[in-house]
């Protein structure tokens, strides 16, 4: 897929999720940068990145926690 292509998805992406514009498309950039990133970091297929923070982003907008969190939870108050 080409960077453009990408671009255009995740904005409209994040125009779903209600953000204006220009937001969009600023959120859509960081996506791809921080996607890029974790693919060096980690050694991992750019892919697997980006799917890793569409989930994080998705279930954060449904007010969920992506479940690579489901094992960190805060301490109970005694």
Same mark, same amino acid.
């Given at each position: 897929m080409s960077a453009d292509v990408? &671009?255009?998805m +995740?904005? =409209? +992406?994040?125009?779903g999720f209600g /953000?204006? *514009?220009d937001q969009a498309r600023a &959120? *859509? /950039?960081q996506l791809m940068k =921080? *996607?890029?990133?974790l693919a060096a970091e980690r050694d991992i297929p750019r892919?697997? /990145?980006m799917r890793y923070l569409l989930e994080v982003v998705t279930k954060? =907008? /449904?007010g969920g926690v992506a479940a690579v969190y489901d094992a960190v939870k %805060? %301490? +109970?108050n005694s």
């Open positions: 990408e &671009m255009e +995740l904005v =409209r +992406l994040c125009t /953000a204006g *514009a &959120m *859509a /950039a =921080r *996607a890029d990133q892919e697997d /990145a954060g =907008r /449904a %805060p %301490p +109970l």
